[in-house]
Nanobody, 128 residues
Framework: QVQLVESGAGWVQPGGSLRLSCAAS????????IGWFRQAPGKEREGVSC????????YYADSVKGRFTISRVNAKNTVYLQMNSLQPEDTALYYC?????????????????????WGQGTQVTVSS
């Protein structure tokens, strides 16, 4: 069974850091493209970042460039999202998603294509 489990929920003050993890089971993560999304109450879900399966290319939303870093650790079958310089507008429920054997994650995260598998989400709260 394909499953994705996010972890790393927490509360931080503005300027703080958190690292989220997305652990995969039932499939090999390095064969998949992985995306991170977030959704705040009353707002649309938005793509945050992704990493491709084919060449490990990474992409970021303009709002998080320079602050967030996505990475893959194949030995742990896990993708991470390091979040630095967090601001209140980063407060949201964060989800990871996967599509198997995809060559490029960009069109799934920032374009019209839909990921096949989703995690349950992990809450990030940034406030003073």
């Amino acid at each position: 069974q394909v499953q994705l489990v996010e972890s790393g929920a927490g509360w931080v003050q503005p300027g703080g850091s958190l690292r989220l993890s997305c652990a995969a089971s039932g499939f090999t993560l390095h064969d998949s493209s992985i995306g991170w999304f977030r959704q705040a109450p009353g707002k649309e879900r938005e793509g945050v970042s992704c990493i491709s399966s084919s060449d490990n290319s990474t992409y970021y939303a303009d709002s998080v460039k320079g602050r967030f870093t996505i990475s893959r650790v194949n030995a742990k079958n896990t993708v991470y999202l390091q979040m630095n310089s967090l601001q209140p507008e980063d407060t949201a429920l964060y989800y990871c998603a996967a599509v198997l054997y995809s060559s490029n994650c960009y069109y799934y995260t920032f374009g019209p294509w839909e990921y096949d598998y989703w995690g349950q989400g992990t809450q990030v709260t940034v406030s003073s």
